[in-house]
């Protein structure tokens, strides 16, 4: 796979990637290694920089840098956390489907899960400016559109009354499961930092 053409592919004619990727042969190991690992690298390694090396302003406290070491494990933690989070994201699209008369076939559930990731992680790259974070918000709700692009196609053939149902409950409970994930990284550093003083 050239991961470049995907990655513009699925970020700018989504409609069009959907159907190739639905046809193409694969499984969860090559899309993880050959796409997702490099990909959800992007966004760990510009938090890392923006945080060790650029730093952000916070009012009435004045200019942060965190240290190179504890702005390394929080970007590895990142990092392990937003893989294990798009494996948990394919889990769910794969165990509801039947539930809204989709097909149960888990190597198709992680596609829609891993490319639809794809403008959040590219855009990560911004987090080397931590003020511009919200940015990848932004993009990271573009992811959305895809996911619910990649329902529409079907990959999982999903009958058309039941994709955006479908879409809304897999985004209600990613968002959970995404929230539990972002607390136990903002638990494991303020438990360092807290031990620290």
Known sequence: MDIRARVQGIITKPKDEWVKIKEEPSNI??????????????PALASFIGRAFVGYS????????????RAL??????YILSLIGVYVIGLIIYFLAPS??????NIQAMKLAIYSMTPAWVAGVLNIIPLLGFLVIIA???????????????????PKDKVLTYFIVIVIVSI???????????????ASYVAKI
Do not use: E, Q
């Not at 809204?100 to 076939?105: M, P, Q, R, T, Y």
């Open 29 to 42: 190991t090559t899309l993880f290694t050959s796409y997702a690992i490099i990909l959800a690298a992007i």
């Open 73 to 78: 494990i929080y970007a590895i933690f990142s």
């Open 140 to 158: 990271s709700l573009y992811g959305l559109y895809i996911l619910y692009l990649g329902l529409n196609t079907p990959l999982l053939d999903t």
């Open 58 to 69: 916070v009012p009435f406290v004045g200019w942060i840098r965190w240290g190179i070491g």
């Open 100 to 105: 809204f008369s989709s097909k149960k076939d």
């Open 176 to 190: 959970v499961v995404l929230v539990i994930l972002g607390v136990i990284l903002g638990s494991i550093f303020a």
